[in-house]
């Protein structure tokens, strides 16, 4: 615990310890972050609470009070430092506790409440951030049947891997058993003859590792500017290094300790967390038994893009991850995925439409982060949020609609919500810690429920209209039109307002979020008036808006309560901090993160 | 049109007791509610039309929905498909006994080459549904409604800038589409009708920009309110996106035969099958009267922005604001006019009858869609309605893995079938199903090669036309229009693993759809500027 001393000044530590939010990742490097602020000059801090709390809606899952305050003490780089050094607070060690209880019955709701848990409580706020910017690119989803602890596992993974190497977060996602299901490619096997016809393997993987998960379909400069060949864009490939790259991605099923000649196609003893392995092997350590005569894995030598040769490799599972290696290595260093990542998480943390300079930026960083080192995603995040056209004051179109579940988890913390208590014996929910009873189905977006390998949204989607007119992106609105926006509207509305016990204290037993509402009954509570008012919408305008509330909304909110009669109870008092959270979480000011 | 009527339905009637002196009848018709329907197929509205696009994401292995059953060809068939699935993954093949047979004849009615014939994938077969009650009803599946001649089938569609063969395929200088085999490329090249990367508007918006000034306010609003001619239930999509026209989208999420359609985007009382059933009365229109506070306030804060964003998330919950209410005015309420005595669910949960439980399939969200279009067009004079463009969607076709046992494509056809089924009675039950069209695209077809349990994407496919106007009309057999494939693999139309060339082009497709609708040649060659590059420009399946 000795790393957390910084921490310790925060209530918050005690309610995140009753969430089990300790169970973080044991291998993660022990560091030291004792507070410094106070002692030591601090050249880059924010100027200004809205300063800060800009940054942290950007980097976080919403700002709350104590955490502006902390940012302003030690600065944005030793902000950085301490998160990007911080272990990561896990989904699957939770579940697994869970399950413990012989009436505990999971379901994918488990995982969901978890996840919620973290994104509003953990103090690792950049790395789940993070983790969930990667889960919309390097996308799996339990839409498709999977596993609830399997998609835990996963999302585990990237939370891991979330500041560490992208080679090395693409080779973990490529033998994760999870996307192997996902995307169809667990037992995929060279092409063989069956009843007399040809069985080739399947293409599904190498298709999106190459569209998807890395450098997408054309060329790109650093700038994400398309590079041009007589006038028409260069395709990265074509459906003949498809059927190659398939050949790569066969021989892999799950791992597990008691290998058998039949492991490859059965489930005896398998692992379906553990890394899956290259066949064949009959033991663990006997990697060179060709099971029955089947070569699994297509060992012959392959031509992918660019016309490189993968050069054939021995039929044994050295081969067989080398092969896969090789290919891997090729995919990361392809020089369009720099400016394809990157532009991507510019989009999931600060602006839908970034300047091809700014693209050109982070590429530059992904590349090399300065210590010639490649596809350093903490070097790559940290140049996202500190980069000039991040940090400067938005005009025009900069910004992005907030991803719905952000906007929620925005709210919750900004509104310095109170964990629910775990639910007690007697349903199959029992240990849990309730945060989104499902409500998330009304937002189109459920963390790690996305309906396809496209993600909830796309990078390029523009939506009709003004915006399409204007050739803005902006990728959140897929999601967003007149029938889910109303239904997101009602929820978050709900959620931001309704659910508390008590104007002072939230109830010892309640087993759900719970807005507090006593600091704002005590600014209504000097009187009723156009200036406590005014207080009252400037304390959420920092805590929801980052103080970036216009004038003339903030005219709107404050003629809405002077309108009507001075409340005299606090009572009454709740029910005008209601209304004003109605109006606020679901105006478009609030919906635009700029 | 009476007159018209009475004419078309005599014919009809001809042909019918001809057919049934034939000795065939029953086969033809096996279910009493489909001869009703068929013998009701004249009706229609003159002074409506609309277009239905069912849309199969994922990429449907269409050439397992229509499958050439004559020895010869189906022998090709079973080899390309690694042979038959018994049980055991591997091969991809629909045993030969096992399709369902289908009378069809070609392009104008013109008899099929000398022993070809075709079958349907068994899920096409007619049902019983079951409803709340426990009623049952005969329903007609796709395989009744081909050999009714209500549906016309297309053969080897795709995307296409030039006609292409395997010898031309290679030749540089002949443009290909651009991103075969990519889901959302070829999803784009689908709904552009052109094969410009990138470009905004979908041919079913550019349909919609030319026929919108036709439709009119909802009957009573105040201030008077349009709803978009394009409507999805299916979320976004480029296909309905116009230059004038932006779709407006509602959720299928909701009791088909009754319940509220708007799945909480409305004031409304019964959200019983939709997440969220909360009264949303803060939401009301802002131009209701007698608004609080509240509502006041956000209703001032969702003018025009200048950060377009804003003004974008603004303009929309404005729209929907605006709209629900007026359109909630026509769906709801009590009796609701809008409700249709088609079943179109089967909710036979705990039901020890015989027949298709619903629930146990995994539901119909398709069904569900459609049912809701039909209530709209039930609807239409009073939401002032005369064009319609609907967007709905079924997904799951991605089957690389797992595709032949029942819950994978068995499962998706039959949900297209029963759904397409259900939706074309209540067509009829509103006597407008020569009024409506209803038509399949999906981005591409499967590789004919396994994976090993399932297909990979591949190009050219097969998509259906459902409805009265549909060319074959009331001859009482299916046809189908474009050439059928030769399906050995590397064979002369396809590449190795089975990937079709198309030999028609979806802008045909489309151009005769846009047609239909009542454009002109100059208005369709400009929507689809490649289809100057095929030999025809209508397909005639209209």
Redesign the interface.
Known sequence: MHTWQWWTNCARVALAMTAGLLAVDASAQSVDLIFRGKFENVTDAPATDAEAARFLTQATFGPTRAEIARLRAIGYGQWLDQQLSMPATLTRPWLDTLVLDPNFSLNSGHRVDRWWVQGVFAPDQLRQRMAFALSQILVTADSGGIDTRMIAEYSDLLARGAFGSYRTLLGQVTFSPTMAQW??YV???AAYT???????????YA?EVM?LFSFG?VKRNLDFSLQLSGGN?I?TYD?TI??EM?RVFTGLSYGRTNFTSTSFGNNTNADFMAPMVCFPMISASNTNYSANGVTYHDNAGKTIFDAIALPAVSNNQTGCNQDISTALDRIANHATVAPFISRQLIQRFVT?NPSPAFIQRIATVFNNNGSGVRGDLAAVIRAVLMDSEARAAPS??????REPVLRMSAIWRGLDVIQGQPVPAGTGDVGNVTMGL??D??FNQRAYSS??V?NFY?P?????????T?N?Y?PE???????????M???I??LASNWYVGSNNCNTTVTRPCVQFAPYVTILQQTGNATTYGQLVDELNLRLMYGSMSAS?RT??V???T??AAPTTDATRIQRIQ?LL??IV????F??Q? | MSRIRREQRRDFLKQFCATLAGGSALSLFPQLQLMSSALASTQGDAGYKALVCVFLSGGSDSYNWLVPSDASRYGVYQTARGGVYTGTNGPLGLAQASLLSVNMAGSGGVALPAGHSYGLHPACADWTSIDDNGAQSSMPGLQSLTNAGKVAWLSNVGTLVVPLTKATYSNPSLPKPPQLYSHNDQTNLWFQGQETPNFRYGWGGQVADLLFSQNSPIVGSSPPLTVPMNISFAGSNRFQIGSQVVPYQMSGCGDPNGGNPFAGSIVGTNFANCSGSNTLDNFRACATAGLNAGETALCSLLGANTNLLENEHASTMRRAMDLAGQMATKLTGSPNGSLLNTPFRALADNQAVAGYNLAADGGNSLAEQLAMVARLIKMRTQLGQTRNIFFVSLGGFDTHAAQMPDNGQPRLLRRISRALGSFYQALVEMGVENSVTTFTMSEFARTLNSNGDGSDHAWGGVQMVMGGAVNGGNAATGRIYGSFPDQTLNGPDSFSRGQMIPTTAMDQMGATLASWMGLGSTEVNTIFPNLANFPSANLGFM
């Open positions: 995307l169809t037992r995929n096997r069956s009843g007399g016809a040809t069985v080739l393997p399947d293409e599904n298709r569209q379909l864009p395709p459906n498809i059927g398939a839908s025009g179109n900069f910004g992005k609609v499902g409500f189905t009304s309906p396809t496209f796309e390029d989607y523009q939506n009709p209209g003004t915006l399409q204007a803005l902006a609105f897929q999601i967003l039109n007149e029938s889910t926006i109303t239904r509207n009602d929820t509305q709900n909304m709107v909110l003629n809405m309560l309108s009507q209304q109605r109006v679901v105006s478009p000011e919906a635009v700029q």
